[in-house]
């Protein structure tokens, strides 16, 4: 009888071309995980993500699910799959799931988390974990701005020229700017993303927060619906994929919001079950 996993996975991006797994010798998170998870299956596995993370682009919380015909511990899954997986990829949480979970279909909402790090001097810890500025930014500006961006629009000012979206509109449902000491945290929730389109975000909020331009050029920048009126794509060094949220009845494990070296900040809990 074939049944349903759904796992909990956090992964260091920096040495590997993205999630998806791609042609031979192309190192990607998909491959070593299902590599993985074959050994302690003892059968090919395909493992489906919530959402696909591009090349260098981190998780503190990616979920995936996969169907397997074994019968198996939870405890199997996650440390015995580790045993297998290389250092910066590691299952931190398994449950055997209802046969109709998708970890894609059945997501309301995946969210993100952008780091910057403020410093004259560039860091060598976590030198690929967060994105690096030498420059002053006012963070309070840059939450001022990104206030435009929440609600349904068109972000086609946001979105990768390659992108292959059919459509540009999406909806934010939360976006807020915090200062954490020398981070500047952008932590964005939505149904569902274009692709670069936090990194766009993060290089014009950067920009405005720098005083280079004024708080009302992101909403210029969103009117415009056209990518060349947008500014920078920030590097993908700071881009953690940190929660997907799934309605209550599936009871998939809920990690704490990463990534893990931020400070704990106490936040409202969102329903968006309704």
Not at 70 to 88: H, K, M
Not at 121 to 144: F, N, Q, S
Request: proline residues 4%; positive net charge; aromatic residues 10%.
């Amino acid at each position: 009888m074939t049944k349903k996993v759904v796992l909990v996975v956090e992964y260091n991006g920096s040495a590997y071309k993205g999630w998806q797994a791609q042609k031979f010798g192309v190192p990607s998170v998909q491959e070593n995980l299902e590599k993985a998870l074959a050994v302690i299956a003892n059968h090919p596995v395909k493992v489906i993500c919530a959402g696909r993370t591009d090349s260098g682009v981190h998780a503190s919380a990616q979920v995936v699910h996969f169907e397997t015909n074994v019968e198996r511990s939870e405890r199997a899954w996650t440390l015995g799959v580790n045993t297998y997986l290389p250092v910066d990829i590691s299952v931190v949480a398994a449950r055997h799931v209802s046969e109709n979970f998708h970890a894609r279909f059945s997501a309301l909402s995946r969210r993100y988390r952008y780091v910057i790090y403020q410093s004259e001097l560039r860091p060598a810890i976590l030198a690929k974990g967060v994105t690096w500025t030498y420059k002053k930014l006012d963070a309070e500006v840059m939450k001022e701005a990104a206030k435009v961006f929440v609600g349904t629009h068109d972000f086609s000012s946001f979105r990768a020229i390659g992108c292959q979206a059919n459509t540009p509109i999406r909806t934010i449902l939360h976006f807020d700017v915090q200062q954490l000491g020398q981070y500047i945290v952008l932590d964005v929730r939505a149904n569902a993303f274009l692709h670069h389109m936090i990194r766009n975000f993060a290089g014009v909020l950067m920009s405005i927060g720098a005083g280079e331009k004024t708080v009302s050029w992101s909403k210029e920048v969103l009117d415009a619906k056209d990518r060349c009126k947008g500014g920078i794509t920030a590097p993908s060094d700071g881009l953690y994929f940190v929660d997907a949220q799934y309605p209550d009845i599936f009871n998939i494990p809920v990690c704490k919001l990463g990534p893990h070296f931020l400070p704990y900040v106490e936040e409202p809990s969102y329903d968006l079950s309704s």
